[in-house]
């Protein structure tokens, strides 16, 4: 047991870039599991009609001030660290962007609301569009992120990934038992919940970057210049993240849409170590050297991609217990596609891992063509796959897809940088880490 100290020592007080992965990777499955009892006590309490209203309500006011980020986040991150004299004034107009980008989100979920909600009651489509104020809320907040990680402050920007969930947790109990839970004051607790987070960003925001509002010209051009050229990776990404369901659900029966939502969301799980090493990769790989860049993507691209392959391995293997166990016989069908998928979770996360050199080295254009590129393969394959292989066509689809992304990012290293992509193989170095990590813990 004496092992438990320094690991809970890195998790809570770490600095070094393997302390703030872990950091971020239990951050993450911290929100996963913090989002799946908020989902339980919202689904047994309101009913498949009233979980589908409040997800109506609140589903647009994220959704528009995600894809009209204009790419600031990321933009961000990249402009402090090669501007670091001037990081105040660069957050400062990231923020005063944000705000802007969030106020024309509320303004088009408005004028939006009744068409894209025609098929809902009145009463929910007045609350859909006054809910659209918090959209400034949820672009605000992506930016305070966004302006800890360049700080390289990851407990702070973690923070904001859990602590609105913990929040929600603790209102929709207190509503649950007062017997006072609708869909509306779900979605209200959902929402205070992240204003409440956004004050809490800006207090650590403000104190690591004291606002200033000088040369707010220039300074948006900087992060304009940059944040459109990588703008289309969240707006790609925002769309393919959904345009496999909505693909599966027009041309395919119910039931099938449900096993394969199951499949999707349980093998996206191990999805959880290379998004964490991505979050702590880009903060600290912005502006370097490209040699630089190439060998600490590469040593992060390996380790992660090492083990979350092995996860997947020992989950596919045990595939058909798993998903017995959790969510019963009728989900039986879902073993095969849910294989297929754990198989494109490694090989997307590797990918993703892998463009952070382009990110890095002020090239966000390739990202956003993979991103793109990815997408319209992905459709046209499914468009032909899922009629004829119902859904084991539409996982190879986004199987192919994502191997056609990772053979793309693999040949831009040497067309783009003039570069040997970094080895995939682990190597004495990798394995040294990880000798290192063992001494520390036992």
């Known amino acids: 047991m004496n092992f438990i100290g320094p690991i809970v020592s890195l998790i809570v007080k770490g600095e070094s870039g ?3 992965a872990v950091q971020t990777t239990f951050a993450r499955v911290l929100f996963i599991v913090l989002n799946i009892l908020t989902g339980m006590i919202t689904a047994r309490a309101l009913g498949p009609g009233g979980r589908g209203e409040q997800a109506a309500i609140l589903l647009w006011p994220q959704f528009l001030a995600y894809i009209l980020t204009l790419g600031v986040p990321m933009a961000l991150i990249y402009q402090v660290k090669k501007h670091p004299q001037q990081q105040s004034q660069i957050v400062s107009t990231a923020l005063l962007l944000s705000a802007l980008t969030g106020c024309f989100a509320t303004i088009v979920g408005c004028f939006g609301m009744p068409i894209w909600l025609s098929k809902y009651p009145s009463d929910v489509i007045r609350s859909a569009q006054w809910f659209m104020l918090f959209a400034p809320v949820a672009s605000m907040s992506l930016v305070c992120v966004s302006a800890m990680e360049a700080a390289e402050k990851f407990g702070a920007a973690n923070r904001g990934r859990y602590l609105a969930p913990i929040i929600t947790l603790i209102g929709l109990s207190g509503l649950v038992l007062t017997h006072l839970l609708t869909p509306t004051t779900a979605a209200l607790t959902y929402s205070v919940a992240g204003l409440l987070t956004l004050f809490w960003l800006l207090r650590d925001l403000l104190l690591t970057f004291p606002l200033k509002f000088e040369g707010v ?44 939502t199951i499949a999707l969301s349980l093998s996206r799980m191990l999805s959880i170590l290379h998004s964490s090493t991505i979050s702590v990769l880009f903060p600290k790989t912005s502006a370097k050297p490209v040699a630089e860049v190439v060998a600490i993507v590469g040593k992060s691209a390996r380790v992660s991609t090492f083990l979350t392959g092995m996860t ?47 990110m890095s080295v002020g090239k966000p254009e390739i990202p956003m063509l993979l991103q793109g590129i990815g997408l319209l393969i992905n459709v046209v394959m499914m468009v032909v796959l899922i009629p004829q292989f119902s859904l084991v066509g539409a996982s190879i689809s986004l199987l192919v897809s994502t191997m056609f992304r990772l053979g793309v990012v693999l040949a831009c290293y040497p067309l783009v940088l003039k570069v040997s992509p970094p080895s995939l193989w682990l190597n004495r170095s990798d394995l040294a880490h990880f000798t290192r990590l063992k001494q520390r813990f036992l």
Do not use: C, H
């Open 18 to 20: 393997a302390a703030a």
């Open 217 to 260: 010209g220039q300074n948006t051009k900087r992060l304009l210049s940059y944040g459109m050229r990588s703008y289309g990776i969240d707006l790609f990404g925002s769309v393919s993240g959904q345009v496999d369901r909505v693909l599966v659900v027009g041309m395919l029966a119910p039931a099938l849409m449900g096993i394969y």
């Open 312 to 358: 997947a391995l020992l989950v596919g293997l045990f595939g058909g217990e798993i998903l017995i166990l959790l969510y019963g016989d009728r989900f039986v069908g879902a073993v095969p596609i849910f294989r297929i998928l754990l198989l494109q979770v490694v090989l997307s996360g590797l990918t993703w891992v892998l463009a952070q050199t382009f």
